[in-house]
């Protein structure tokens, strides 16, 4: 058999690391474990889109700790503030306390017999705005990232209230913008 120089040191490498791994397995909850669990936590990397989560993993997102607290594949569009289902905040730390500012200018730019289309001027945070919330009647009906939503299923001649309040990738919430009362067109057909 001919002995491959690179081949054992890629499986000295390997066998090095299975140690730790094995230590850290097979005996859970002992010091070497927690400081094992402590040096993983330390080495957080930023959050990542087609990244597997295992739940525990702890990642940085706009400058905020989250931790995962359902195991799963990460995608476009799940970064840790949009899904509160996969992701917590992590308390502590001194994060983001800042609420970003109101939304302004909530209006309608168009109605259907089933839909109010609504519109509003962006916010700013010190960190980044992540989302809008846009509520009817008090009910939260949606979340949006850009800064216009057309609500959908609605009765004919019907008048709804609607407003809208930012947030931010540590959960902070602006204040409420000004209410909008819509009212949908007649139900003379679709």
Same mark, same amino acid.
């Given at each position: 058999?001919?002995?491959?120089?690179?081949? /054992?040191?890629?499986? !000295? *490498?390997?066998?090095?690391?299975?140690?730790?791994?094995?230590?850290?397995?097979?005996?859970? +909850?002992?010091?070497?474990?927690?400081?094992?669990?402590? /040096?993983?936590?330390?080495?957080?990397?930023? $959050?990542?889109?087609?990244?597997?989560?295992?739940?525990?993993?702890?990642?940085?997102?706009?400058?905020?700790?989250?931790?995962?607290?359902?195991?799963?594949?990460?995608?476009? +569009? $799940?970064?840790?503030?949009?899904?509160?289902?996969? $992701?917590?905040?992590?308390?502590?730390?001194? *994060?983001?306390? /800042?609420?970003?500012?109101?939304?302004?200018?909530?209006?309608?730019?168009?109605?259907?017999?089933?839909?109010?289309?609504? !519109? $509003?001027?962006?916010?700013?945070? =010190?960190?980044?705005?992540?989302?809008?919330?846009?509520?009817?009647?008090?009910?939260?009906?949606?979340?949006?990232?850009?800064?216009?939503?057309?609500?959908?299923?609605?009765?004919? =001649?019907?008048?709804?209230?609607?407003?809208?309040?930012?947030?931010?990738?540590?959960? =902070?919430?602006? %204040?409420?913008? =000004? /209410?909008?009362?819509?009212?949908?067109? *007649? %139900?003379? *057909?679709?």
């Amino acid at each position: 058999m001919m002995k491959n120089p690179t081949l /054992s040191k890629v499986l !000295a *490498g390997l066998a090095a690391l299975a140690l730790p791994l094995t230590t850290l397995v097979a005996a859970p +909850g002992t010091a070497t474990a927690a400081a094992a669990q402590s /040096s993983l936590q330390a080495l957080q990397a930023d $959050w990542a889109a087609w990244t597997a989560y295992t739940a525990g993993t702890r990642v940085t997102y706009n400058g905020v700790q989250y931790e995962c607290v359902q195991s799963h594949t990460s995608q476009p +569009g $799940w970064e840790p503030p949009n899904v509160p289902a996969l $992701w917590k905040v992590v308390s502590g730390g001194g *994060g983001d306390t /800042s609420a970003p500012s109101v939304p302004g200018n909530l209006r309608s730019t168009g109605v259907t017999n089933t839909s109010v289309t609504l !519109a $509003w001027n962006a916010s700013t945070d =010190n960190v980044a705005v992540t989302g809008y919330e846009i509520y009817r009647g008090g009910t939260l009906v949606a979340t949006v990232t850009g800064t216009s939503h057309t609500d959908t299923g609605l009765s004919a =001649n019907t008048s709804y209230s609607y407003t809208v309040r930012a947030r931010d990738a540590a959960g =902070n919430r602006s %204040g409420t913008s =000004n /209410s909008l009362t819509a009212t949908t067109s *007649g %139900g003379g *057909g679709r």
